[in-house]
């Protein structure tokens, strides 16, 4: 601390992690209002806000072991969905990320689904223009709304079956 020049203390101790959570909440106050909805991710990237009602959604927690497998493409695909500068291409693209997850689990879940309601799960991915590119697609919708629909559709499918598989490991065996 000196007082010449008004110039006043002099910090060289820091805690940066609630620096950048204070610093985070208040810009995330002003991103929030501008055009429809932005946020500051934790990791410094600004990103679209979830769609109204699905917050919880776009950010709970993935509880499966194999995290490289599933956790992290889950959530690579909810950042590559959210990015602020996310194309309708870019968002396509997370919607096929969330199907890989679902085909990496397919062989743990069929036990928790019937057999025609799996064969829908994977119906919309292989009917209508995301996996395949051929005459028999449906592609007679308008690709913003119907995107969000699969992207939260498969967000939540992804959630149930770690969920189920997880339910199940931690039954007791007999």
């Not at 991103?31 to 990237?45: H, I, K, N, P, V």
């Not at 599933?70 to 968002?91: C, N, P």
Request: aromatic share 12%; with cysteine; hydrophobic share 35%.
């Amino acid at each position: 601390m000196h007082s010449y020049a008004g110039c006043g203390m002099h910090y060289s101790r820091f805690d940066r992690s609630s620096g950048q959570s204070e610093f985070r909440t208040a810009i995330n106050d002003i991103l929030a209002d501008y055009s429809t909805g932005y946020e500051l991710s934790s990791q410094g990237e600004i990103i679209h806000l979830p769609e109204a009602g699905f917050e919880h959604l776009s950010q709970a927690p993935i509880p499966h072991p194999d995290y490289r497998n599933v956790g992290s493409l889950i959530d690579a695909a909810v950042l590559k969905y959210r990015r602020r500068a996310s194309t309708i291409e870019d968002r396509r693209s997370a919607v096929l990320d969330l199907i890989h997850v679902l085909e990496f689990l397919r062989p743990q879940v069929k036990e928790y689904f019937a057999t025609k309601d799996e064969a829908d799960l994977f119906n919309i991915a292989n009917n209508f223009g995301l996996r395949h590119h051929n005459d028999r697609q449906r592609n007679d919708y308008d690709p913003n709304i119907w995107t969000s629909w699969m992207f939260y559709f498969y967000l939540a499918t992804a959630h149930t079956a770690v969920r189920l598989i997880e339910r199940g490991r931690s039954k007791p065996t007999s």
